[in-house]
């Protein structure tokens, strides 16, 4: 009886590699994440392990094609493994490329404000933010100007509520988001007028990165205005959070504000007729 003999057919050495560089990538991506996150590391070095565990995916994308280049003009095997690592490198470098035309179609700033002449102030947060973070102080009229031509939705919030009513409805907004209040004063009328004023730490949802927001409430004729300013704490680009965090804001307490107020419904019982009296027939 004659045995047959089976040659296996050779897997490209490329797509070996490719598959092995993008699982390597993904498990270390996964740890960055967890590493930012967590703030165990500083902001630059924690960064800098992401930025690296991309790169790695960014190279499996290579190899991956270069394996393709390879099975088809040599006719060897390893289509598994390169489509798999393209698969995975490209499931984790899409959303830094989104990311990244964003940045290019978006203002390089990262503080947004609704009153760039007179912007809430940072106080109670000055005092908790790093050495190393952005400057507390609103960068000025250039600034301004940009977020104008980028963000010209984002306006003052007039409201025909009380200055107390609006600062409750602000405060309502960001529990609801719990964020993370640092410091909260209630306006103030009479004679000793005060603004309300309200500072709060907001997180972003994927790297968790902590954004400075601060509310102002202010007392109008005919109402308040409320004004807000969000900022990023690193980084000169903001990719559009900070703007979108204020006009997310703004529509809520909006929501809050236009809300009908729950009725208070007075349960009165009628008073009973005494017996023997009442609408009896007189005979």
Not at 17 to 25: D, K, M, Y
Not at 78 to 83: D, F, N, P, Q
Not at 180 to 193: E, F
Request: proline share 6%; charged share 25%; hydrophobic share 50%.
């Amino acid at each position: 009886m004659v045995r047959r003999r089976i040659s296996e057919q050779p897997t490209s050495r490329f797509a070996i590699w490719a598959r092995r560089l993008a699982l390597f990538s993904l498990a270390a991506t996964l740890i960055a994440l967890i590493i930012v996150r967590s703030g165990a590391l500083d902001i630059v070095p924690a960064l800098s392990t992401l930025a690296g565990a991309l790169a790695l995916a960014l190279v499996a994308i290579l190899l991956a094609f270069a394996a393709g280049i390879v099975i088809w003009t040599e006719g060897v095997g390893g289509i598994r493994e390169a489509v798999s690592a393209l698969l995975i490198g490209l499931a984790l470098i899409a959303y830094p490329l989104y990311l990244g035309v964003k940045a290019y179609r978006l203002p390089a700033i990262y503080d947004v404000t609704t009153d760039p002449i007179d912007p809430p102030r940072f106080e109670a947060i000055a005092r908790l933010r790093p050495r190393d973070a952005n400057p507390v102080a609103y960068a000025g009229l250039h600034i301004a100007e940009q977020q104008r031509k980028a963000y010209s939705d984002i306006e003052p919030d007039l409201t025909t509520a009380t200055p107390q009513e609006a600062y409750d409805a602000v405060l309502k907004v960001i529990a609801k988001r719990k964020w993370h209040v640092v410091d909260a004063r209630p306006p103030q009328a009479g004679v000793a007028v005060r603004d309300g004023l309200i500072e709060a730490i907001a997180r972003t949802p994927i790297l968790s990165f902590r954004d400075d927001v601060a509310v102002r409430v202010r007392a109008t004729t005919d109402g308040a205005r409320i004004d807000v300013r969000s900022a990023s704490r690193y980084g000169r680009h903001d990719l559009g959070a900070n703007a979108a965090r204020v006009r997310a804001l703004i529509d809520d307490v909006d929501d809050v504000l236009s809300a009908p107020a729950p009725e208070k419904q007075l349960q009165t019982a009628k008073p009973a007729q005494p017996a023997g009296k009442g609408n009896s027939a007189k005979r």
